[in-house]
Nanobody
Framework: QVQLVESGGGLVQPGGSLRLSCAAS????????MYWYRQAPGKQRELVAM???????NYADSVKGRFTISRDNARNTVYLQMNSLKPEDTAVYYC??????????????WGQGTQVTVSS
């Protein structure tokens, strides 16, 4: 069984920073792409950032220059450093990972989500 557990959300003032973490655990053989998504109330879930196993990154236009995704392969963990936060960044943030488990099945797994609220 594979699990993803996020942490690091909370309440922050506009202009502030937060760092989210997402750790994968369980019967993991390989982790391919790791992603951060977010979903604001009444809106569809959207891709925020992604980090491939080859080291490439990609960002939504709305967060470019403010958010940075990074990855620690030894810890099976992906991070999202969020700077210059705006009220419109308020959402539940989810991580997703494309993982080959020890039984060689390859699937997408989701974390439970962590709330980020940007408000004064």
């Amino acid at each position: 069984q594979v699990q993803l557990v996020e942490s690091g959300g909370g309440l922050v003032q506009p202009g502030g920073s937060l760092r989210l973490s997402c750790a994968a655990s369980g019967s993991i053989s390989s982790i391919y792409v790791m992603y951060w998504y977010r979903q604001a109330p009444g809106k569809q879930r959207e891709l925020v950032a992604m980090f491939t196993s080859g080291g490439s990154t990609n960002y939504a236009d709305s967060v470019k220059g403010r958010f940075t995704i990074s990855r620690d392969n030894a810890r099976n963990t992906v991070y999202l450093q969020m700077n210059s936060l705006k009220p419109e960044d308020t959402a539940v943030y989810y991580c997703k990972a494309n993982i080959r488990s020890s039984d060689y099945a390859r699937n997408d797994y989701w974390g439970q989500g962590t709330q980020v609220t940007v408000s004064s």
